[in-house]
């Protein structure tokens, strides 16, 4: 009898959930443990893959249930279930099939075939191809893809460079490192085809130190690698714990040794990015849409998707969530389908409350707001972001004044000092927040009580008045930030007030309460 | 510090300078590697990376203060890194950091986010994961690095 094949993730967050033990358990019942990418099921993790039957989540204990055909926690057929079946899987198509790093497996897997045929098409072509498909930047600002690799194809200049933002800091994303420790070489070829396009000699690929599966996986998969995509080079980068890093030119000054201080644009980092040279960042999910665009053209690409968002987007369900995980899909999903349908509410049974979309600098959202199609126009018409598209799910226990105060405070830890608005108004809005809740008030300061501080309140400040006072704090910072760190955080502040006016000591909004 | 230690360091800080030389935009490497070798970046390490890469000192501690990741002092007590942000704060992570408050012998930093956001909370000792948090995983967890 041979021995059976048993699949699991080595992917972070199976590890995290204890799936080398399992997968020793396995070995030790003698069967042939092969660790792959995770299919992203991750209330199942750690997954068992047994001949394409799925077992999860497994602990030590359960292994002789699973091989003894006696075992509970069975769910059939991996590709049948709705979570996956609903699924169209671009980018993730390898997810649970392939060992992240064998070049055989991508390789049979139809992997380089979007390098050989940009080169064939040849640079101009290939960006062509990528403007065509739609394809819009996948780090949150939806900036077109085609259009800002024309821009350092034009420009002149004999080096240029192809940076990476893998700088995933947001709570509730996890795809770009999904990507990396998954199916590394599929990142490593969207680099590749963006470095022939363009015309650079160089990539980077900037990774948060709190990926340290991803660090390591890109490292050897980038030397497995290396001579398929010369003459073009790779080189990992390490993050050290800055959250403001994932914006472009922070990161771009963290590149260069510098402090992850943002520059003011213009110039653009497409005309002058990394050493002053033309530079091209992307994030992780936008080069890795890229090889499938070149592989199957650009109208199947474009042929998936909402109004002006084309393609398909990873999108990241997590937070108090039953059924979190990736879920990739056309743009146009509705919020309601994804948390309720598809996130199966929350998994601590309670009623949904509210759901924050695009991590710390997203808005939250009610279930009123669940009608909402997943496309960058719509979300930006309800006065919030889709982000890096990453979910997460509060139940009724949340206190969104509390969460308020968090969006204040993270952005007062994180901001890298540049401008004012940010540096300091975050710090003014925690403590706006914290009289706020303790529905104090406030009154006026002996320099405020001075005769000649006209325009200053001579009174105690009011609760309305406070509000007041934040709301024109947040407007200062969405208009007068650098970037979007003090820009964005007067999203998820505002929304909390909108939506949740009774966590903030104001009067309920009538129709919610039906919800 | 011995003088025998001294020299033991010495000779790794330049073996980490030399093995970045000449490399473009070489200094957060370099303190990835310090921090990594000696657990901080010490005044003496600063100084010779500000020579080695025809930096001032105030630049190279300008960088070193900005990122969290680098210490100029070795951390007192093991760290335990609890992810605080918001995915975890949806799985009761407020709770949890409470009830280990008055935990004296570690210290349980806040990170802002491990990218586990579906199976939180969330914590990270040097490379290592842990998820799906309670009080008892945790207390087993402050037991493990004592």
Same mark, same amino acid.
């Given at each position: 009898?041979?021995?059976?094949?048993?699949?699991?993730?080595?992917?972070?967050?199976?590890?995290?959930?204890?799936?080398?033990?399992?997968?020793?358990?396995?070995?030790?019942?003698?069967?042939?443990?092969?660790?792959?990418?995770?299919?992203?099921?991750?209330?199942?993790?750690?997954?068992?893959?047994?001949?394409?039957?799925?077992?999860?989540?497994?602990?030590?204990?359960?292994?002789?249930?699973?091989?003894?055909?006696?075992?509970?926690?069975?769910?059939?057929?991996?590709?049948?279930?709705?979570?996956?079946?609903?699924? !169209?899987?671009?980018?993730?198509?390898?997810?649970?099939?392939?060992?992240?790093?064998?070049?055989?497996?991508?390789?049979?897997?139809?992997?380089?075939?979007?390098?050989?045929?940009?080169?064939?098409?040849?640079?101009?072509?290939?960006?062509?191809?990528?403007?065509?498909?739609?394809?819009?930047?996948?780090?949150?600002?939806?900036?077109?893809?085609?259009?800002?690799?024309?821009?350092?194809?034009?420009?002149?200049?004999?080096?240029?460079?192809?940076?990476?933002?893998?700088?995933?800091?947001?709570?509730?994303?996890?795809?770009?490192?999904?990507?990396?420790?998954?199916?590394?070489?599929?990142?490593?070829?969207?680099?590749?085809?963006?470095?022939?396009?363009?015309?650079?000699?160089?990539?980077?690929?900037?990774?948060?130190?709190?990926?340290?599966?991803?660090?390591?996986?890109?490292?050897?998969?980038?030397?497995?690698?290396?001579?398929?995509?010369?003459?073009?080079?790779?080189?990992?980068?390490?993050?050290?714990?800055?959250?403001?890093?994932? !914006?472009?030119?922070?990161?771009?000054?963290?590149?260069?040794?510098?402090?992850?201080?943002?520059?003011?644009?213009?110039?653009?980092?497409?005309?002058?990015?990394?050493?002053?040279?033309?530079?091209?960042?992307?994030?992780?999910?936008?080069?890795?849409?890229?090889?499938?665009?070149?592989?199957?053209?650009?109208?199947?690409?474009?042929?998936?998707?909402?109004?002006?968002?084309?393609?398909?987007?990873?999108?990241?369900?997590?937070?108090?969530?039953?059924?979190?995980?990736?879920?990739?899909?056309?743009?146009?999903?509705?919020?309601?389908?994804?948390?309720?349908?598809?996130?199966?509410?929350?998994?601590?049974?309670?009623?949904?409350?509210?759901?924050?979309?695009?991590?710390?600098?997203?808005?939250?959202?009610?279930?009123?707001?669940?009608?909402?199609?997943?496309?960058?126009?719509?979300?930006?018409?309800?006065?919030?972001?889709?982000?890096?598209?990453?979910?997460?799910?509060?139940?009724?226990?949340?206190?969104?004044?509390?969460?308020?105060?968090?969006?204040?405070?993270?952005?007062?830890?994180?901001?890298?000092?540049?401008?004012?608005?940010?540096?300091?108004?975050?710090?003014?809005?925690? !403590?706006?927040?914290?009289?706020?809740?303790?529905?104090?008030?406030?009154?006026?300061?002996?320099? !405020?009580?001075?005769?000649?501080?006209?325009?200053?309140?001579?009174?105690?400040?009011?609760?309305?008045?406070?509000?007041?006072?934040?709301?024109?704090?947040?407007?200062?910072?969405?208009?007068?930030?650098?970037?979007?760190?003090?820009?964005?955080?007067?999203?998820?502040?505002?929304?909390?007030?909108?939506?949740?006016?009774?966590?903030?000591?104001?009067?309920?909004?009538?129709?919610?309460?039906?919800? | 510090?011995?003088?025998?230690?001294?020299?033991?360091?010495?000779?790794?800080?330049?073996?980490?300078?030399?093995?970045?030389?000449?490399?473009?935009?070489?200094?957060?490497?370099?303190?990835?590697?310090?921090?990594?070798?000696?657990?901080?970046?010490?005044?003496?390490?600063?100084?010779?990376?500000?020579?080695?890469?025809?930096?001032?000192?105030?630049?190279?501690?300008?960088?070193?203060?900005?990122?969290?990741?680098?210490?100029?002092?070795?951390?007192?007590?093991?760290?335990?890194?609890?992810?605080?942000?918001?995915?975890?704060?949806?799985?009761?992570?407020?709770?949890?950091?409470?009830?280990?408050?008055?935990?004296?012998?570690?210290?349980?930093?806040?990170?802002?986010?491990?990218?586990?956001?579906?199976?939180?909370?969330?914590?990270?000792?040097?490379?290592?994961?842990?998820?799906?948090?309670?009080?008892?995983?945790?207390?087993?967890?402050?037991?493990?690095?004592?």
């Amino acid at each position: 009898m041979s021995a059976v094949t048993v699949r699991i993730s080595d992917d972070a967050l199976a590890l995290a959930c204890g799936a080398d033990a399992v997968a020793a358990a396995f070995a030790a019942a003698g069967c042939t443990v092969e660790r792959v990418s995770s299919w992203g099921m991750h209330w199942l993790e750690p997954l068992a893959d047994i001949d394409g039957h799925g077992f999860g989540p497994l602990t030590p204990d359960d292994v002789a249930a699973v091989l003894g055909g006696t075992s509970p926690l069975g769910i059939g057929r991996i590709e049948a279930h709705p979570f996956i079946a609903r699924q !169209e899987r671009l980018t993730f198509a390898r997810a649970g099939k392939t060992r992240p790093l064998s070049l055989d497996d991508y390789a049979a897997t139809g992997g380089w075939a979007g390098l050989a045929r940009a080169r064939e098409l040849g640079p101009e072509e290939t960006i062509a191809e990528v403007t065509r498909s739609g394809l819009r930047g996948r780090g949150g600002a939806g900036f077109p893809a085609g259009i800002k690799w024309t821009t350092v194809a034009k420009a002149r200049s004999a080096r240029k460079y192809v940076v990476c933002n893998a700088d995933e800091g947001d709570s509730g994303t996890f795809a770009d490192r999904m990507v990396m420790e998954g199916d590394p070489f599929h990142l490593i070829e969207g680099m590749a085809i963006a470095g022939f396009a363009v015309g650079a000699q160089q990539g980077y690929v900037y990774i948060r130190s709190e990926y340290p599966h991803a660090i390591a996986k890109m490292r050897s998969a980038v030397e497995r690698a290396a001579s398929i995509i010369a003459p073009f080079q790779i080189e990992v980068r390490v993050g050290a714990g800055a959250y403001v890093c994932g !914006e472009e030119t922070s990161l771009l000054n963290s590149l260069e040794g510098k402090r992850g201080e943002v520059r003011a644009k213009p110039p653009l980092p497409a005309l002058e990015g990394l050493f002053g040279q033309p530079t091209v960042v992307n994030n992780v999910l936008t080069l890795a849409a890229v090889p499938w665009v070149m592989a199957h053209g650009a109208s199947r690409y474009a042929a998936v998707g909402f109004g002006r968002s084309r393609g398909t987007m990873p999108i990241q369900i997590a937070g108090n969530v039953r059924h979190g995980g990736l879920f990739e899909v056309g743009f146009g999903i509705t919020l309601g389908e994804l948390v309720m349908d598809i996130g199966g509410g929350t998994a601590s049974g309670r009623p949904v409350r509210a759901v924050q979309v695009g991590g710390p600098l997203g808005a939250y959202h009610p279930p009123s707001d669940f009608h909402l199609p997943f496309d960058y126009e719509a979300f930006a018409a309800a006065d919030a972001l889709i982000g890096h598209a990453g979910i997460s799910v509060f139940d009724d226990t949340v206190d969104l004044s509390a969460q308020a105060r968090f969006a204040m405070q993270f952005c007062a830890v994180e901001s890298c000092g540049k401008c004012t608005p940010c540096r300091i108004g975050s710090t003014r809005g925690v !403590e706006a927040i914290d009289r706020i809740r303790a529905r104090t008030g406030r009154a006026a300061d002996r320099v !405020e009580t001075l005769p000649q501080m006209h325009n200053a309140q001579k009174g105690a400040r009011t609760l309305p008045e406070d509000i007041a006072l934040l709301t024109d704090l947040c407007e200062t910072m969405k208009f007068g930030s650098l970037c979007a760190l003090g820009g964005f955080t007067p999203y998820p502040v505002l929304s909390a007030l909108r939506h949740f006016p009774e966590d903030f000591g104001l009067p309920a909004l009538a129709q919610e309460a039906a919800e | 510090m011995s003088d025998r230690n001294a020299m033991t360091d010495q000779t790794e800080l330049d073996r980490i300078l030399a093995a970045h030389a000449g490399r473009e935009g070489a200094l957060l490497p370099i303190l990835h590697d310090i921090q990594g070798a000696f657990g901080h970046v010490s005044e003496h390490a600063m100084r010779a990376i500000a020579g080695a890469l025809n930096l001032s000192r105030a630049e190279v501690y300008g960088v070193v203060s900005f990122y969290h990741d680098f210490h100029a002092e070795p951390a007192p007590r093991p760290v335990i890194k609890l992810c605080r942000a918001e995915s975890c704060q949806a799985r009761g992570v407020e709770a949890l950091a409470a009830a280990f408050a008055g935990e004296t012998r570690v210290a349980i930093e806040p990170v802002y986010c491990l990218g586990l956001c579906s199976v939180g909370p969330n914590a990270m000792i040097g490379d290592a994961l842990y998820a799906r948090l309670d009080p008892a995983r945790l207390s087993a967890l402050v037991e493990s690095v004592l």
